[in-house]
């Protein structure tokens, strides 16, 4: 198994990055929220806590291809593996549904918010229910995670302003994709934004520009 992969961040895409770790460049899925973190540092050399599982299905003679996920931190990577540990999620669901820090998700399984769960992509009112009855004894130390911003790895950009301007993208109509492109576009010029209105400001003065 492999358990941490370092090297130079060659290219970020929309679900996954690309690492050159000499003699290989190796291809990692991440989530949304480590994806957006990582987005501003293409050319760094990084660290990313890994697991690794295998796509597709034998039993109907599919492809199986070996996949890795990558995370900045190790307790991000704890927490995925108990998220997909709950029966309906998987990993495919877990790596969609963390749009938002592991902090927050965390605070809002440990307060039994199922309307907020409900909301992330992929996941319903079933499937948050379930998450809750299996992980929320499980949450308090997620839930005291220190915010990367605060150590130094993140963009200057708060996680909540993005998490929060994405989902007002998503209530405005927009889908998942084009709430990304929208924010990676506005976060583009290194402007700092105090909240989610300024940032949905920039966004729409953009595009009507």
Known sequence: MIVSISGKLLRVGEEAVVINAP?????????????????????????????DFIDGNAAQGGRLTPRLIG???????????????????????????????VKELAVLIEQQDTKALS??????????????????????RFALMVDRGQVGEAPDLSSTVIADTFDALLALGHNESEARGLIDEAVAGAKKFKDSE???TAIYQKRHG
Do not use: N, W
């Not at 290989?24 to 990313?48: H, S």
């Not at 992330?120 to 499980?138: C, D, H, M, N, Y």
């Open 23 to 51: 003699p290989f460049e190796y291809e990692v899925l991440v989530a949304d929220y480590t994806r957006r973190q990582l987005q501003p540092r293409q050319g760094d050399d990084i660290r990313l806590h890994t697991l």
């Open 119 to 140: 909301a992330l992509p992929g996941v319903g009112p079933a499937t948050s229910e379930r998450v809750i009855a299996k992980l929320r004894r499980k949450m308090p």
């Open 71 to 101: 995370f900045l931190t190790e307790p991000e990577r704890q927490f995925f593996e108990l998220f997909c540990s709950v029966d309906g999620v998987g990993t495919k669901k877990a790596l969609r549904a963390m749009v938002r820090p």
């Open 198 to 200: 300024s940032l949905l």
